[in-house]
């Protein structure tokens, strides 16, 4: 009887415990579909096919959107991640060419990794190896590749942890992805072999898998490419002006390339004798997960010591004046003397560009703070550590220098030594370069801003 009641009481146990180590659910190896809603329809090419196509970007400079200083801005990954949601996963073979490098600068190495994180948000299945990147050198670079979760290709690169070669299988067919960087391309610590001499070693290794190349190189070679390595299946490019209307035989390989900084889609059904080509269009909606990738970058920011908080040279072309007594003062100690430029001043857009930038969640990211405030990073300008209302914007001393010397004399009734700076169209066009005020003239934007005698 005892050993009957210890019987039931082992069960009893037993069943307990495996009732508490039982697995969960079992998690979804898959995420859910992001379903946008409002987005343009696929080019008819894309939605006619059906088997698998290739979507490609080229020399995204970790683009994730872009600034917005003007309507109608074009491209970005936050955009282009929705157009790329309309295709089944099953048949999309989504890649990433060469130039997705931000640059070298402390904060732009964070942005790319932010960047190439949201990359595998949007789907991208690999990612190619450009010029732009190896200039990063080996050990941001291997930094940067160490942090993709998406596979980074390279065949011609040696130095750096990067995969060869990547299978894939879409629709039941394998194809295995590469990618070359030009011959003389170069960064430190990295030595770049003959891009169709590491081709010529890698196809024979393959067996007859159809092999794509994701090549940072120009038209004439791109074309050359495929003239040298026969056997390949397709070459991507690339580092171009224009896009390829056609996609164009050498041999049995198709030659295919977008143009650059991201604004494009190139979608090519694999085999076809089309391509097409999609504009990122500035109404396209956001793609969720990206959007929250912008925040989190913006987040990091804030609370980031950056080598701009430490220097001693600013991001503007204002120089550091290496004059103790020349300093900005701000605004308000011009008004009391200058009431009739301070009144055109006042209510214009200058006056308020940090705040364009605060509404926009960007008010702590050097890449627009160098326009939209004054001096940033020169040790008398604006600091993101120590922020000084005064400077919060575009200013008189944005223009016309630093104002300490010339106030101080005027106040004591001298006449101004020339400390201030003379104002040129040149000094304008510091910040309302092509990219971000591409209808800039100076005379029809000096009539909005006009002060002064002139
Ligand atoms: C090279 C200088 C420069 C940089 C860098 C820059 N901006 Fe601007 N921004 C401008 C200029 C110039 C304008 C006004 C353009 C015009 O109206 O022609 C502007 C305007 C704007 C506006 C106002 C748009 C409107 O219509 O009200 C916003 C918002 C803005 N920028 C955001 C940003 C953000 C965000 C960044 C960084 C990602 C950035 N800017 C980087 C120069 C710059
Ligand atoms: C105490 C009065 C006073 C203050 C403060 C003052 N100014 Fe002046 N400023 C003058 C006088 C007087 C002149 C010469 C007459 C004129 O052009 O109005 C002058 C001339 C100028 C000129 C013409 C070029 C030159 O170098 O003479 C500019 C530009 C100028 N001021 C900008 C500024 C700015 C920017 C500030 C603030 C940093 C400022 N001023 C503060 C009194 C003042
Ligand atoms: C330090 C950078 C900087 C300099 C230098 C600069 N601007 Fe601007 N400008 C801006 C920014 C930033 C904006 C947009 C502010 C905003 O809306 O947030 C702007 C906006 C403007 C606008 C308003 C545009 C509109 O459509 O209303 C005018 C006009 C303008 N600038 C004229 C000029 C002229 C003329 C010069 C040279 C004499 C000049 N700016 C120099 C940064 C600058
Ligand atoms: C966007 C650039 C810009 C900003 C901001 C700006 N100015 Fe000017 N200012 C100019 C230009 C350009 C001129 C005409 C060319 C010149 O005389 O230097 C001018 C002319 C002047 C003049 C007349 C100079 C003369 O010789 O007659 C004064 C004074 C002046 N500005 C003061 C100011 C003050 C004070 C502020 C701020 C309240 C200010 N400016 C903001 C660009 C700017």
């Known amino acids: 009887m005892r050993l009957f009641m210890v019987f039931i009481v082992l069960i009893l146990v037993a069943t307990v415990v495996a009732l508490a180590l039982r697995p969960g659910p079992v998690p979804l190896a898959i995420r859910a579909p992001v379903v946008i809603a409002n987005l343009p329809p696929l080019p008819p090419l894309v939605a006619s096919a059906t088997g698998v196509v290739l979507a490609w970007s080229a020399h995204a400079r970790a683009g994730l959107e872009p600034c917005g200083c003007v309507a109608g801005m074009h491209g970005g990954l936050v955009r282009r991640a929705a157009l790329l949601t309309r295709m089944p996963t099953t048949?999309?073979?989504?890649?990433?060419?060469?130039?997705?490098?931000?640059?070298?600068?402390?904060?732009?190495?964070?942005?790319?990794?932010?960047?190439?994180?949201?990359?595998?948000?949007?789907?991208?299945?690999?990612?190619?190896?450009?010029?732009?990147?190896?200039?990063?050198?080996?050990?941001?670079?291997?930094?940067?590749?160490?942090?993709?979760?998406?596979?980074?290709?390279a065949a011609n690169v040696v130095g750096v942890p990067v995969q060869p070669?990547?299978?894939?299988?879409?629709?039941?067919?394998?194809?295995?992805?590469?990618?070359?960087?030009?011959?003389?391309?170069?960064?430190?610590?990295?030595?770049?072999?003959?891009?169709?001499?590491?081709?010529?070693?890698?196809?024979?290794?393959?067996?007859?898998?159809?092999?794509?190349?994701?090549?940072?190189?120009?038209?004439?070679?791109l074309s050359a490419l495929a003239r040298s390595v026969p056997g390949l299946a397709?070459?991507?490019?690339?580092?171009?002006?224009?896009?390829?209307?056609?996609?164009?035989?050498?041999?049995?390989?198709?030659?295919?390339?977008?143009?650059?900084?991201?604004?494009?889609?190139?979608?090519?059904?694999l085999g076809s004798s089309n391509v097409a080509f999609e504009l990122v269009r500035d109404a396209i909606p956001d793609h969720p997960l990206i959007r929250a990738r912008i925040r989190a970058y913006q987040e990091a920011l804030g609370t980031m010591n950056l080598s701009i908080d430490e220097r001693i040279h600013g991001l503007t072309s204002l120089s550091t004046g290496g004059d103790a007594d020349l300093r900005f003062v701000g605004d308000a100690a011009c008004t009391a003397c200058h009431a009739g430029a301070a009144a055109?001043?006042?209510?214009?857009?200058?006056?308020?560009?940090?705040?364009?930038?605060?509404?926009?969640?960007?008010?702590?990211?050097?890449?627009?703070?160098?326009?939209?405030?004054?001096?940033?990073?020169?040790?008398?300008?604006?600091?993101?550590?120590?922020?000084?209302?005064?400077?919060?914007?575009?200013?008189?001393?944005?223009?016309?220098?630093?104002?300490?010397?010339?106030?101080?004399?005027?106040?004591?009734?001298?006449?101004?030594?020339?400390?201030?700076?003379?104002?040129?169209?040149?000094?304008?066009?510091?910040?309302?370069?092509?990219?971000?005020?591409?209808?800039?003239?100076?005379?029809?934007?000096?009539?909005?801003?006009?002060?002064?005698?002139?």
């Open 91 to 153: 048949r999309l073979l989504a890649v990433e060419l060469g130039g997705w490098s931000g640059g070298s600068a402390d904060y732009q190495v964070v942005k790319t990794q932010h960047y190439l994180a949201a990359l595998h948000d949007a789907g991208i299945a690999a990612i190619a190896l450009g010029a732009a990147e190896l200039r990063l050198g080996a050990p941001t670079l291997a930094r940067l590749v160490g942090s993709s979760s998406v596979p980074v290709l």
């Open 165 to 221: 070669v990547l299978r894939l299988e879409r629709s039941g067919q394998t194809f295995a992805v590469t990618a070359v960087v030009p011959a003389e391309a170069s960064g430190d610590g990295l030595t770049v072999g003959d891009p169709a001499e590491a081709l010529l070693r890698l196809l024979p290794t393959l067996h007859g898998v159809p092999l794509i190349v994701l090549a940072d190189l120009d038209e004439a070679a």
């Open 234 to 269: 397709a070459v991507v490019g690339g580092n171009v002006q224009q896009p390829s209307v056609k996609p164009f035989s050498i041999g049995a390989c198709q030659v295919v390339y977008v143009a650059n900084e991201g604004k494009t889609i190139g979608w090519w059904p």
């Open 344 to 454: 055109v001043h006042g209510p214009s857009r200058h006056a308020h560009a940090l705040a364009s930038l605060e509404r926009k969640g960007y008010a702590r990211d050097p890449e627009c703070l160098r326009c939209h405030v004054t001096g940033l990073g020169l040790p008398d300008g604006w600091r993101r550590t120590a922020p000084v209302a005064e400077l919060a914007h575009v200013s008189c001393e944005s223009c016309h220098g630093r104002g300490s010397r010339h106030v101080s004399e005027r106040a004591a009734g001298r006449p101004g030594s020339g400390s201030l700076v003379p104002v040129t169209p040149a000094t304008c066009l510091t910040c309302h370069d092509k990219e971000n005020s591409p209808a800039f003239s100076y005379d029809t934007y000096w009539t909005r801003i006009r002060h002064g005698q002139k």
